[in-house]
């Protein structure tokens, strides 16, 4: 399986094949672990594209992106779903998303849903704790060190992250060399290091029941 740059999927997105019944609007940093789940599922009668990841920096731009997604492809599907989250959208995705008659993914963001939402609810030191997933593992620089300036006053480190106690890296695959980069990323940080393996949590189990569902105009 050709998996998408994750520079591509950060700035632009992904585009959908147009050939199958269902699509999938999600966001860019998740795409390689739909399309790994599309791939040992055989679901060929599911396409996908992607926003770019880097709307997350700027949540307020979300739901009108899938909104103007949703009107773009509209007519070429039976069926939408919109594989976001809350995603710090304050409940505005939920209510286009219900005005527009689609489903999307339940859960205050992807942390949660990976890692299963009732099961990330029952955590109780959260609150002081920093998230990575793979793909944020790999674009740590592009999402957080960047954006925050932290490349050219790294001063501000404190003033940013003073408040974490702990990094958890919640990894979808067990691969050593991602661990590596979010155990690095921890160090930068000053922060202590956790690792859950989740796999693919609830996104799985909510795939599955959205692929399985019969044909029906959306």
């Known amino acids: 399986m050709d ?7 950060t700035e632009a997105g992904l585009a959908p094949a147009l050939t199958g019944r269902i699509l999938l ?7 390689r ?10 679901w060929d009668h599911i396409d996908l594209t992607c926003l770019p990841a880097i709307l997350h920096n700027h949540p307020e731009r979300i739901t009108p992106a899938i909104e103007a997604a949703i009107g773009k492809h509209r007519a070429a599907y039976e069926r939408i779903f919109v ?9 505005r995705l939920a209510a286009a998303c219900d005005a527009l008659g689609v489903e999307m993914v339940a859960g205050p963001h992807c942390y949660a849903f990976y890692e299963g939402n009732a099961a990330f609810a029952r955590h109780q030191d959260e609150i002081s704790a920093f998230y990575l997933t ?8 592009a999402f957080i060190w960047e954006p925050l ?3 050219r006053h790294p001063e501000l480190r404190e003033m940013y992250f003073g408040h974490y106690t702990k990094l958890v890296y919640q990894a979808q695959t067990d691969d050593p060399a991602l661990t590596a980069r979010a155990r690095a990323c921890a160090d930068r ?6 690792r859950r393996l989740t796999g ?8 599955q029941g959205w692929a399985r569902l019969p044909s029906s105009s959306c």
Not at 3 to 9: F, G, I, S, W
Not at 33 to 42: D, Q, Y
Not at 134 to 141: E, P
């Open 3 to 9: 998996l998408p740059d994750d520079t591509q999927l």
């Open 134 to 141: 793979d793909f944020l593992a790999r674009q740590f620089d």
């Open 189 to 194: 940080l000053g922060l202590a290091f956790e």
């Open 149 to 151: 300036g932290l490349d």
């Open 200 to 207: 693919y949590g609830d996104l799985a189990t909510t795939l």
């Open 25 to 31: 609007i999600a966001c860019g940093a998740l795409a």
């Open 83 to 91: 594989v976001y989250a809350d995603c710090g959208t304050g409940g």
């Open 33 to 42: 672990e739909i399309l790994a789940l599309k791939s040992a599922n055989g």
